[in-house]
Structure formats: structure tokens, C-alpha cells
């Protein structure tokens, strides 16, 4: 894989599990990795939801070949939020792994 392609910082983001000072359960996304990816923006659609205009949009994020991505985790990419979808490893080479993400619905 040509490091040129990898254009891109993306922040991976898992939730995690923690407590407040009151023993609270908090919601939070913890970061994974920032690793260099490469974006590219496959479709993009508007749908009415609840009344309400919803664009929403699927891209696949590809970054070097890693095996701690798993689906349900989000990407952060120049402030974009992207829910990952189940991860496309490169089994053959090793080189890289695809994750199918859609954005525009959520904040993950």
C-alpha cells in the first residue's frame, strides 16, 4: 500500500464504559487509534424521517491491516463522524482493511 493514498488522519472511537464522581454510569466514546486513512465517498441520499429532512451518506475508510477494529465503532475524520460497518480485512496480504461507515444519521 502507498503511503501517499493514506491522505487522512482518522480518530477510531469505541464506546466505553466508565463512572462519574458519583458513581454514575457515564456514555463515552474512547479513542482506539489515529492512524492515516484514505475516504472515499461512495453514495449519498435524503430521506424524511419524522417529519424531518435526513441526508445521509456511505463511504468506505481504508487504513492499514489492524485486527482491533470491530463494527459498532465510529471513525472521526476532519470533524465527520462515520458509523463503522463490519471491517473488510485484506486476508491475503495483509495490507490494509476497508470499513464500510455511513454518516449523516447519527453521532454513532
Not at 11 to 36: K, M, Y
Amino acid at each position: 500500500m502507498r503511503a501517499g493514498d493514506l491522505n487522512r488522519r482518522v480518530r477510531i472511537e469505541q464506546r466505553g464504559q466508565g463512572q462519574d464522581d458519583l458513581g454514575q454510569p457515564i456514555d463515552a466514546w474512547a479513542e482506539v487509534a489515529t492512524v492515516w486513512c484514505n475516504v472515499r465517498m461512495l453514495t449519498g441520499k435524503e430521506t424524511l424521517t419524522s417529519g424531518t429532512d435526513v441526508g445521509t451518506a456511505s463511504a468506505s475508510i481504508r487504513i492499514r491491516y489492524r485486527t482491533d477494529i470491530a463494527n459498532g465503532m465510529r471513525a472521526v475524520v476532519d470533524n465527520v463522524i462515520f458509523n463503522i460497518g463490519a471491517p473488510l480485512p485484506d486476508l491475503a496480504g495483509r495490507e490494509y482493511v476497508d470499513l464500510p461507515c455511513t454518516t449523516g444519521s447519527n453521532n454513532g
